[in-house]
């Protein structure tokens, strides 16, 4: 082996050894990995309500008249609102903007509270209605309805704790901006919250036409 | 070294703003034609909306559009497999 060699290899070593490894490709194929995951997940549920949706059909549009289209509508500008001031951060810092991207993490996070809060008074106005999952004024209704609502509360449950998980993640992201763990050049973690996010984004886009648009 | 450089594309603010309008947009037409009775192809509809926003959201705020080909083949993979399993089972439920 020629001196040369040698000091390449040592000069590599030295270079490896400069950085503290890390591989921002493999990091965004794991989340997306576990994006699939999530997404068979409400794909099952999704299936479910398909095979009931056909069998129920009327009963489904009957219930579906209840929810309300214009809480329903202004929760999908939210959510898709979130999602453009996720992206927004990120390519704030990407272009080393901390004070913008932390302005907009703070505003997606605000978005994602007022999700929750319409969320809050939907689910309340249902119950005053007696309308509780197992409740007795909702199963003495026709099956149908009993199915509708049922689906309704847990897949809209299982996405609003997908909601709240998010934006504790993003809660997370926040904290390492504002100290300066994620910057300019490392900012991968922001961008998988980011993915996480707009995950809980696509699936209320099929949601919302699902349950509170049948006429 | 840095695997990062593949990744720093750099999208602009305009670029999501567009994006988020027709978002918007694609919203309000899905929430003003559930008025309209279609009749069978509601659904339909409703859903090739909701399709047509996935990919908007996919494309440009998740970044597959500038990402390596690698993730959309993954993508097409996982989705294509979710459409397989919708398809055989609608079969399944409908020619009972």
Known sequence: ?215 | MSSNEHTNHQISYGTYVIVWLTLIGLTVLTVAIAGVNFGGIALILAMAIAAIKSTFVISYFMHIKYDQKIFLVFIITALGSLAAIFFLTTFDVFFR
């Open chain 1, 1 to 215: 082996m020629s001196d040369n060699n040698m000091i390449q290899e040592q000069a590599i070593q030295e270079h490896s050894h400069s950085h503290v490894h890390r591989d921002d490709i493999a990091s965004k194929m794991g989340m997306w990995l576990f994006l699939f995951t999530e997404i068979l997940l409400f794909g099952g549920l999704f299936l479910l309500y398909l095979a009931y949706r056909f069998q129920y059909s009327q009963e489904f549009f009957t219930s579906a008249k209840n929810l309300n289209i214009v809480l329903g509508t202004i929760n999908t500008i939210f959510l898709l609102t979130s999602s453009l001031t996720m992206a927004l951060s990120i390519a704030a810092l990407q272009r080393g903007n901390k004070k913008l991207s932390i302005a907009f993490i703070i505003s997606t996070l605000g978005f994602a509270l007022g999700f929750m809060i319409i969320k809050y008074f939907e689910w309340t106005a249902k119950f005053a209605h007696g309308i509780i999952p197992g409740g007795e004024t909702l199963t003495s209704r026709p099956h149908g309805e009993v199915i509708f609502y049922g689906m309704y509360f847990s897949m809209t449950g299982l996405h609003a704790i997908h909601v709240i998980v998010g934006a504790v993640l993003i809660l997370f992201m926040l904290r390492f901006v504002i100290k300066g763990k994620l910057n300019k050049d490392n900012y991968q973690r922001l961008e998988n919250a980011g993915l996480y996010w707009h995950l809980v984004d696509l699936i209320w886009i099929f949601l919302f036409p699902l349950f509170y648009l049948l006429h």
